[in-house]
């Protein structure tokens, strides 16, 4: 697969992900996961700057955060990768959606209006694939 087949991943999501990282298992070992990445990456990730120096609005080659994901994840059991996976989501929403827009999401955003939006909110920090949602339960959706 290509890297224009992966697309892009816009800042914000990663910078969020990244500043959760480093407070959860430090700088040295994103330092480490970002030198095992098989493509140089120095000039995207400073580990010593806020936010490993990631731009907020600028679009990011998704090879970054599949390749430190694998990177992260290898020494994991399935069970702990499911929770890794959990902890790094709800890190990652929690830092991008603050301010008025969590209020706002929190307002107007019903389980049922977000299965009809989900491509819209996902196309926000994506800039190619598809999502579907699928509701499994009253507060719950399948992701594709």
């Given at each position: 697969?290509?890297?224009?087949?992966?697309?892009?991943?816009?800042?914000?999501?990663?910078?969020?992900?990244?500043?959760?990282?480093?407070?959860?298992?430090?700088?040295?070992?994103?330092?480490?996961?970002?030198a095992a990445l098989p493509?140089?990456?120095?000039?995207?990730?400073?580990?010593?700057?806020?936010?490993?120096?990631?731009?907020?609005?600028?679009?990011?080659?998704?090879?970054?955060?599949?390749?430190?994901?694998?990177?992260?994840?290898?020494?994991?059991?399935?069970?702990?990768?499911?929770?890794?996976?959990?902890?790094?989501?709800?890190?990652?929403?929690?830092?991008?959606?603050?301010?008025?827009?969590?209020?706002?999401?929190?307002?107007?955003?019903?389980?049922?209006?977000y299965l009809g939006r989900?491509?819209?909110?996902?196309?926000?920090?994506?800039?190619?694939?598809?999502?579907?949602?699928?509701?499994?339960?009253?507060?719950?959706?399948?992701?594709?």
């Open positions: 697969m290509s890297a224009e087949d992966l697309g892009r991943i816009k800042g914000e999501a990663i910078r969020r992900f990244l500043g959760w990282y480093i407070d959860q298992y430090g700088v040295e070992r994103l330092s480490e996961r970002v493509f140089d990456a120095r000039g995207l990730v400073d580990v010593h700057r806020p936010f490993a120096g990631i731009i907020s609005n600028d679009w990011y080659d998704a090879r970054l955060v599949h390749g430190l994901l694998d990177a992260m994840l290898m020494e994991y059991s399935p069970d702990e990768r499911r929770m890794f996976a959990r902890e790094a989501a709800r890190a990652t929403i929690e830092g991008t959606l603050r301010g008025v827009y969590r209020m706002l999401f929190e307002a107007i955003m019903t389980p049922e209006r989900a491509q819209g909110v996902f196309s926000r920090f994506y800039d190619s694939g598809k999502m579907q949602k699928i509701a499994s339960g009253e507060k719950e959706h399948l992701t594709i």
